[in-house]
């Protein structure tokens, strides 16, 4: 089993810039694939980003590509999500998940979260 941290979040400028961490707990960090999701009030949660569990491939929604980059250190076990250029539209909590196998943009096929960390982008 994974257990999952999220750190990072915060109040931001639109336009500035935030970077997310995840830690997680464990000696199998390298055999999960790892993501990113999101959800904003009232709505349903979404996917932000996607790493598999190498680090060479990525995964980007269409929505925060060219903005938003997600890394992993396997020696630290721990998933990043650098984000740049916000806009209000970000404003979320972000959650990192996990899963064995091959990296996914369905949130159902993730099996272990974080407890998720706030973002706020003002105006």
């Known amino acids: 089993q994974a257990q999952l941290v999220e750190s990072g979040g915060g109040l931001v400028q639109a336009g500035g810039s935030l970077r997310l961490s995840c830690a997680a707990s464990?000696?199998?960090?390298?055999?999960?694939?790892m993501g990113w999701f999101r959800q904003a009030p009232g709505k349903e949660r979404e996917f932000v980003a996607a790493i598999r569990r190498s680090g060479d491939t990525t995964y980007y929604a269409d929505s925060v590509k060219g903005r938003f980059t997600i890394s992993r250190d396997n020696a630290k076990n721990t998933v990043y999500l650098q984000m740049n250029s916000l806009k209000p539209e970000d404003t979320a909590d972000y959650y990192c998940?996990?899963?064995?196998?091959?990296?996914?943009?369905?949130?159902?096929?993730?099996?272990?979260w974080g407890q998720g960390t706030q973002v706020t982008v003002s105006s």
């Open positions: 464990g000696r199998t960090f390298s055999s999960y694939a």
């Open positions: 998940a996990a899963r064995a196998g091959i990296a996914t943009t369905t949130p159902g096929s993730y099996a272990y």
